[in-house]
């Protein structure tokens, strides 16, 4: 996947990775990259991480995740 488009941001590398992994198993290409962040010293704050699919994806990735408990 060269450019993804937006799905969804959550808050930890850990969640990104297993959004990930539910979205490959369904056979959907994704990645993720941090969104945002502040640091404040020698901490980080505020570390989002965007998920990222291909865009001819994105409708069944959305309803995937959809149709997922909480």
Known sequence: ME???????????G????ICGLLRTAGIRC???EASGA???SM????WHEI???ADDLDA???LLESRPV
């Open 3 to 13: 450019v993804g488009v937006h799905l969804t941001t959550v808050g930890s590398q």
């Open 15 to 18: 969640e990104a990775d297993v």
């Open 31 to 33: 990645g993720n990259r």
């Open 39 to 41: 640091w404040t010293g």
């Open 44 to 47: 980080a704050s505020g570390l």
């Open 52 to 54: 990222l699919v291909a």
């Open 61 to 63: 990735a959305r309803k």
